[in-house]
């Protein structure tokens, strides 16, 4: 298929688009595959696009007070972009195990498992070749798709063959929803996330825009790390530190001044009720354009991280400038604190500590994962 094929639910008020992305080959099996774009638009003039390779976020593009639209993520016109090893999971479906794992071992029952390490000792965000670096197959439900991977047993070194569905679907209340199953032959760690990486001001105004947002985290307490930033089992208070977002602050007045950190790669954990299941998360909002981004979810974590590691823009580095890597984005490069994520998810290493939340996925159950962007414009 190369031509678009259009869907269309019995909600008049939005349609869905497929047609071709790119190319990609697996280098190790040698394949070449199709990869699929799939395009949401509503009548509130939003749109959402989606790829199946590494089921990613493409663009989310979305109308300011005045209805100009920009798109509000960052990534790459072309696979060329998304195949760059310099590609920090832009949009992506991350897994097997999203964050870090202390020393690339997980103990599950008693038994000991070594994962691969992509991260000096540790490993991040599933290892070498990750869930985000597969083409996933899919499936069209009316303006629904559900696109599926079968992971292997010994996949980066995860015990059991585990099946994931990911269904995504964008609503006429400006709602994109994303709904994770997983089953598995074998108990092992399932902990998935969405890595789309967000400035409300476009996705090429840069970190000046993004000091501008204001951001509110549903969290009293975030998980203590070493210098490697694996966790250390403690968890600390939020009150009066510089990771208090329960009441909103401007990012460009906080962003500074964290300890031994240049931004934010933090995991909060989410205030909620026993009996609750999605709740509120974040919210994100940029006042010059009115753009609000709320989270919902029904994960006991969030990681808040600010584009710390993308390249540093030439006119603020301090070394030399030969030696900067640039990372060129939709519409010219991007850099350090040009966008900001909110990855869903349970506590990092939590398969590691016995009061983290519950992290084994065992055979007969399946694991899920709820998470919800809405979007609104405040005049």
């Given at each position: 298929?190369?031509?678009?094929?259009k869907?269309?639910?019995?909600?008049?008020?939005?349609?869905?688009?497929?047609?071709?992305?790119?190319?990609f080959?697996?280098?190790?099996?040698?394949?070449?595959?199709?990869?699929?774009?799939?395009?949401?638009?509503?009548?509130?003039?939003?749109?959402?696009?989606?790829?199946?390779?590494?089921?990613?976020?493409?663009?989310?593009?979305?109308?300011?007070?005045?209805?100009?639209?920009?798109?509000?993520?960052?990534?790459?016109?072309?696979?060329?972009?998304?195949?760059?090893?310099?590609?920090?999971?832009?949009?992506?479906?991350?897994?097997?195990?999203?964050?870090?794992?202390?020393?690339?071992?997980?103990?599950?029952?008693?038994?000991?498992?070594?994962?691969?390490?992509?991260?000096?000792?540790?490993?991040?965000?599933?290892?070498?070749?990750?869930?985000?670096?597969?083409?996933?197959?899919?499936?069209?439900?009316?303006?629904?798709?559900?696109?599926?991977?079968?992971?292997p047993?010994?996949?980066?070194?995860?015990?059991?063959?585990?099946?994931?569905?990911?269904?995504?679907?964008?609503?006429?209340?400006?709602?994109?929803?994303?709904?994770?199953?997983?089953?598995?032959?074998?108990?092992?760690?399932?902990?998935?996330?969405?890595?789309?990486?967000?400035?409300?001001?476009?996705?090429?105004?840069?970190?000046?825009?993004?000091?501008?947002?204001?951001?509110?985290?549903n969290?009293?307490?975030?998980?203590?790390?070493?210098?490697?930033?694996i966790p250390?089992?403690?968890?600390?208070?939020?009150?009066?530190?510089?990771?208090?977002?329960?009441?909103?602050?401007?990012?460009?007045?906080?962003?500074?001044?964290?300890?031994g950190?240049?931004?934010?790669?933090?995991?909060?954990?989410?205030?909620?009720?026993?009996?609750?299941?999605?709740?509120?998360?974040?919210?994100?909002?940029?006042?010059?354009?009115?753009?609000?981004?709320?989270?919902?979810?029904?994960?006991?974590?969030?990681?808040?991280?600010?584009?710390?590691?993308?390249?540093?823009?030439?006119?603020d580095?301090?070394?030399?400038?030969?030696?900067?890597?640039?990372?060129?984005?939709?519409?010219?490069?991007?850099?350090?604190?040009?966008?900001?994520?909110?990855?869903?998810?349970?506590?990092?290493?939590?398969?590691?500590?016995t009061?983290?939340?519950?992290?084994?996925?065992?055979?007969?159950?399946?694991?899920?994962?709820?998470?919800?962007y809405?979007?609104?414009?405040?005049?």
């Amino acid at each position: 298929m190369t031509s678009v094929q259009k869907y269309y639910s019995v909600n008049p008020g939005v349609e869905l688009e497929e047609d071709v992305f790119g190319q990609f080959t697996d280098k190790r099996t040698g394949k070449s595959c199709s990869v699929r774009r799939f395009t949401w638009r509503n009548n509130n003039n939003i749109s959402v696009q989606v790829i199946t390779y590494g089921a990613t976020i493409t663009s989310i593009k979305i109308p300011d007070k005045n209805g100009t639209v920009e798109d509000v993520v960052m990534g790459f016109n072309d696979m060329k972009g998304y195949l760059n090893p310099l590609n920090p999971y832009f949009g992506a479906t991350v897994g097997r195990v999203a964050n870090r794992i202390g020393y690339s071992k997980i103990i599950i029952d008693g038994k000991e498992y070594n994962v691969s390490a992509n991260l000096g000792q540790h490993q991040l965000h599933g290892g070498f070749r990750g869930f985000d670096k597969v083409n996933w197959e899919y499936y069209v439900s009316g303006t629904k798709v559900i696109m599926s991977y079968d992971s292997p047993d010994n996949e980066e070194g995860f015990p059991g063959n585990v099946l994931v569905n990911i269904s995504f679907q964008l609503s006429d209340k400006n709602e994109f929803l994303m709904d994770f199953r997983a089953t598995t032959t074998k108990p092992t760690f399932v902990n998935l996330t969405n890595h789309s990486y967000f400035n409300l001001a476009g996705q090429d105004k840069g970190a000046e825009d993004l000091y501008k947002h204001v951001i509110t985290i549903n969290a009293d307490q975030t998980t203590d790390v070493d210098e490697n930033s694996i966790p250390n089992g403690k968890l600390l208070p939020v009150t009066d530190t510089i990771f208090d977002l329960q009441v909103p602050k401007v990012l460009g007045d906080v962003i500074h001044k964290i300890p031994g950190y240049n931004g934010y790669d933090h995991n909060f954990c989410i205030n909620k009720g026993t009996d609750q299941e999605n709740t509120f998360i974040a919210k994100v909002y940029h006042p010059p354009t009115g753009r609000v981004l709320e989270v919902y979810s029904n994960q006991p974590g969030v990681q808040f991280y600010t584009s710390n590691s993308i390249p540093e823009n030439p006119k603020d580095y301090k070394g030399d400038i030969k030696k900067l890597q640039t990372l060129e984005g939709k519409n010219g490069n991007y850099y350090k604190h040009g966008a900001l994520c909110l990855e869903t998810q349970n506590w990092p290493d939590a398969i590691n500590h016995t009061n983290f939340p519950k992290a084994v996925l065992y055979p007969g159950e399946t694991y899920k994962h709820i998470c919800i962007y809405k979007f609104w414009i405040k005049p």
